[in-house]
């Protein structure tokens, strides 16, 4: 199979080297990268590669560069290539089996590359939906222990993995999960976008993610918060409501109430405790959560004794670590440093200041997720949610909605949506909402002269918290 039979944009083909790696088939990409399983002549061994590669922002050139769709991708390219090249150097240092091992990096074809070891076996996300009858209260506490020791090696060296979801956590054939990349260039990318985007993952991402830097500060239980969603959603079927969503209307249900059969109630209690909304009353610490669920946090001796670590090593023999100094291929010096987060960084807020921070954040952020177009203009998409609360108000006519979009509304402000005056009013949280079915809008706020206004376009099921500006 080439490398763009499974039909994944401006991937390479198959054939193509990078010196001893020949690219054999695409195995994974997204938004912002792809990831291709590669063979390495030299050593004769799989690997994998993974090419920083945003569709929003480049397309594949003839000679198989990559090329801006327009110069004012310029500056958001450049710091998403800074921070991919910058995470390989992170990952790097570690020597953790539950940890993407970073073996050489790189940059050619004007964008960057990192090859790692090949890992077999499926996401959490792909075995939830091939093998939902293996998900049981003794399959997550045996993948749980490796999972904490991984997630508990990058807060020991004051980082945040701040991107941990059901397709970041891979299970292996030996069932030994490795948690995968931090995402670092669609976060970047997002930080800096002239829209204010925020690439995050609906559900498993906590209020403080969606923060102005320094508003309420990020810590171990953020990550907490992640991991939290992603033990919800084995268990329940879904993710947790959006947490920007649960500050104007919490409809989130504890576990603990709906009991769902086979659990107990410490599990359930513990990951009712790591959703709390207010980083103050999560587990502070991986020890912490793990305490709560009565786990151990497995270390890394402990998973060489018992899981071989190379995929293609033979299955009997457990694997002993051997971590070498990444190799440096044309890196580009002028990368910003990566900023730990370390445990001198961080204060704690008081759970007033925390919940009054949250509201005010709301009246500005934009939560989007980003769709894969190839139209010059970086798209707007909905953030996906299926637990938002179902506003009363179906703006769109007989049509089926779509999304719930809320927007910050004070009494006597008028809404216009395609020219057309809607009854909607503030709920007692100081935002409206509107449902809306598939297609293209334009919300205007009409306050005296003053006119707030921005366009949407709606192509799928999510929840979307706007804050309309001046035309």
């Known amino acids: 199979m080439s490398a763009n039979e499974n039909?994944?944009?401006?991937?390479?083909?198959?054939?193509?080297?990078?010196?001893?790696?020949?690219?054999?088939?695409?195995?994974?990409?997204?938004?912002?990268?792809?990831?291709?399983?590669?063979?390495?002549?030299?050593?004769?061994?799989?690997?994998?590669?993974?090419?920083?590669?945003?569709?929003?922002?480049?397309?594949?050139a003839d000679d198989l560069s990559l090329e801006l769709r327009g110069e004012r991708f310029q500056k958001l390219f450049n710091a998403g290539r800074s921070s991919f090249i910058q995470e390989a150097r992170l990952l790097a240092r570690f020597n953790h089996p539950g940890l993407l091992h970073v073996l050489r990096f790189?940059?050619?074809?004007?964008?960057a590359y990192m090859g790692t070891l090949y890992y077999s076996g499926m996401t959490l996300k792909e075995w939830q939906v091939?093998?939902?009858?293996?998900?049981?209260?003794?399959?997550?506490?045996?993948?749980?222990?490796?999972?904490?020791?991984?997630?508990?090696t990058i807060h020991a060296a004051g980082y945040l993995h701040r991107d941990i979801s059901l397709d970041n956590i891979?299970?292996?054939?030996?069932?030994?999960?490795?948690?995968?990349?931090?995402?670092?260039?669609?976060?970047?990318?997002?930080?800096?976008?002239?829209?204010?985007?925020?690439?995050?993952?609906?559900?498993?991402?906590?209020?403080?993610?969606?923060?102005?830097?320094?508003?309420?500060?990020?810590?171990?239980?953020?990550?907490?918060?992640?991991?939290?969603?992603?033990?919800?959603?084995?268990?329940?079927?879904?993710?947790?409501?959006?947490?920007?969503?649960?500050?104007?209307?919490?409809?989130?249900?504890p576990l603990v109430e709906r009991q769902p059969e086979g659990y107990s109630l410490p599990l359930l209690h513990a990951i009712d405790c790591a959703l709390a909304m207010k980083p103050a009353d999560r587990p502070q610490s991986i020890d912490a959560f793990a305490s709560l669920i009565d786990l151990p946090v497995s270390d890394?001796?402990?998973?060489?004794?018992?899981?071989?670590?190379?995929?293609?090593?033979?299955?009997?023999?457990?694997?002993?670590?051997?971590?070498?100094?990444?190799?440096?291929?044309?890196?580009n010096h002028a990368a910003a440093a990566i900023?730990?987060?370390?445990?001198?960084?961080?204060?704690?807020?008081?759970?007033?200041l925390v919940a009054a921070a949250a509201i005010a954040i709301l009246a500005v952020v934009v939560v989007v997720w980003k769709t894969n177009r190839h139209s010059e203009t970086?798209?707007?998409?909905?953030?996906?949610?299926?637990?938002?609360?179902?506003?009363?108000?179906?703006?769109?006519?007989?049509a089926p909605s779509l999304a719930t979009v809320y927007l910050r509304l004070q009494e006597?402000?008028?809404?216009?949506?395609?020219?057309?005056?809607?009854?909607?009013?503030?709920?007692?949280?100081?935002?409206?909402?509107?449902n809306l079915a598939a297609g293209n809008y334009r919300i205007e706020v009409h306050n005296g002269s003053q006119v707030l206004s921005q366009s949407l376009t709606i192509d799928k099921p999510g929840t979307w918290l706007i804050n309309p500006g001046k035309p």
């Open 7 to 60: 039909h994944t944009p401006n991937a390479l083909p198959a054939g193509y080297r990078f010196n001893e790696f020949e690219i054999k088939e695409v195995i994974g990409g997204g938004g912002f990268g792809i990831v291709y399983r590669a063979w390495d002549h030299q050593l004769e061994r799989t690997i994998a590669i993974k090419e920083y590669m945003p569709v929003s922002l480049a397309v594949r």
């Open 412 to 434: 006597g402000e008028k809404v216009l949506l395609n020219g057309e005056a809607k009854d909607v009013k503030p709920a007692s949280s100081g935002f409206a909402s509107l």
């Open 170 to 253: 891979q299970i292996q054939e030996n069932q030994l999960p490795v948690l995968l990349d931090f995402g670092s260039a669609r976060k970047e990318i997002g930080n800096l976008s002239d829209e204010t985007e925020i690439m995050l993952k609906p559900g498993f991402a906590p209020i403080e993610q969606y923060s102005e830097e320094g508003e309420i500060e990020q810590g171990p239980w953020t990550d907490i918060y992640a991991l939290g969603a992603v033990l919800h959603n084995l268990i329940a079927g879904h993710a947790p409501p959006v947490s920007v969503v649960r500050c104007i209307e919490d409809n989130y249900q």
């Open 130 to 152: 091939t093998s939902p009858d293996s998900i049981d209260e003794a399959w997550i506490r045996r993948l749980l222990p490796p999972l904490f020791g991984a997630i508990n």
């Open 339 to 352: 900023e730990p987060v370390t445990p001198r960084n961080v204060r704690r807020l008081s759970p007033g």
């Open 106 to 111: 790189w940059e050619e074809n004007d964008t």
């Open 300 to 331: 890394v001796e402990a998973l060489v004794t018992t899981f071989p670590v190379a995929a293609e090593a033979p299955a009997a023999e457990p694997v002993a670590i051997v971590v070498p100094e990444p190799q440096v291929m044309a890196v």
């Open 378 to 398: 970086a798209p707007i998409a909905a953030a996906p949610s299926a637990s938002a609360p179902v506003a009363s108000n179906n703006a769109a006519g007989s």
